[in-house]
């Protein structure tokens, strides 16, 4: 059974430059959550989502955007990218509404110059 | 508002000896509580998670952890540390929804020989 799976695995932008990022849960898994991993922060959470919906959403600005398609795939959009932006992005998929075990993908390594 | 603290950002023992990662939290519900796990380019594992059944919770590769309500701390422990633990470890509350997780900022275990 394949895990969380996230792409690319590595990422170089520009400052003002938008980037989407991808992640395909594992089958059958319907939550997919986003989180921002910084060395001074740690883990932030971002938003998640469940059946196409988004249920939370954490303390990022509007540039931070998702969405979830009827295959459970989700997509996060940074615009306007900012040096602060560069961070490890994970995304993790759960098998239903509850999250009491999430599955992590490897993650995107962003990198804003 | 929920919160976690990890009270040692750097914990390094020997292998073969004792490990204690000490986590203290903050919930306004009954919490849930977890120990996730990433090693180096890897994505977050689940090593173990309360639920308000026993208070003892035991997990993989031999780790436990144990919830005291009056001291609101939910350290995890291993008898005897392996090469192989070295990676950082991450404690995290839930409410009781499992809506929004609260990660701490990570302890990094190393290993010596």
């Known amino acids: 059974k394949a895990g969380v799976t996230q792409t690319p695995r590595y990422l170089i932008k520009t400052r003002g430059q938008q980037v989407t990022l991808s992640c395909s849960p594992i089958s059958g898994h319907r939550s997919v959550s986003w989180y921002q991993q910084t060395p001074g922060q740690g883990l932030q959470f971002l938003f998640e989502y469940f059946s196409e919906t988004q249920r939370n959403k954490g303390n990022f600005p509007g540039r931070f955007s998702g969405r979830q398609f009827s295959n459970s795939r989700s997509e996060m959009n940074v615009s306007t990218l900012e040096l602060g932006d560069s961070a490890l992005y994970l995304c993790a998929s759960s098998r239903d509404s509850t999250n009491e075990k999430l599955f992590f993908g490897s993650g995107t390594q962003l990198s804003v110059l | 508002a929920q919160s976690v603290t990890q009270l040692d950002s750097h914990v390094s023992v020997s292998e073969g000896t004792p490990v204690l990662l000490r986590c203290n939290y903050s919930?306004?519900?009954?919490?849930?509580l977890f120990w996730y796990v990433q090693h180096p380019n890897k994505g977050l594992q689940l090593l173990l998670k309360y639920t308000s059944a026993a208070t003892l919770v035991k997990g993989i590769n031999g780790f436990e952890a144990e919830f005291k309500k009056s001291e609101t701390s939910f350290h995890l422990t291993k008898p005897s540390a392996h090469m192989s633990d070295a990676a950082e470890y991450f404690c995290?509350?839930?409410?009781?929804?499992?809506?929004?997780?609260?990660f701490g900022k990570g302890t990094m275990l190393l290993v010596s020989p």
């Open positions: 995290v509350v839930s409410d009781s929804g499992y809506s929004t997780l609260t």
């Open positions: 919930s306004s519900y009954s919490p849930s």
